[in-house]
């Protein structure tokens, strides 16, 4: 046990341990940030640079502690990772983003080859 709360567990031969279907707890953990993100001018917002984004104005007034809000990010990125493995749609979905960006890459290179 830590002096904080926490616990460190000794798992000989286990080489990860993963977040599994963790979305409940992932609303309870950051309520905030979600009643934030509830609050955006775009109900589309990404929190990077939209106008009327709560969040943003949130960490600019020192409100919310951006680290705190990174953590939340992750948490969100593990979540769709793990979800993406699990359904076959998501994974042809993610495969075509990435061969799509693979071509824009290879046509951006032979542009700059090319002078253009």
Request: glycine content about 6%; some cysteine.
């Amino acid at each position: 046990m830590l002096e904080k709360g926490g616990v460190i567990i000794d798992n000989p031969g286990m080489r990860e341990l993963q977040l599994w279907d963790a979305s409940d707890g992932l609303h309870n953990t950051f309520l905030d940030i979600e009643e934030l993100a509830a609050k955006c001018k775009f109900s589309d917002c990404q929190h990077e640079t939209e106008p009327g984004c709560m969040i943003r104005k949130a960490i600019a007034e020192g409100k919310l502690p951006v680290v705190r809000f990174e953590s939340y990010r992750k948490l969100q990125r593990e979540l769709l990772a793990i979800e993406r493995k699990k359904n076959p749609d998501l994974q042809r979905a993610e495969k075509k983003k990435w061969k799509k960006i693979g071509i824009m890459a290879k046509e951006i290179q032979n542009r700059k080859e090319r002078g253009m």
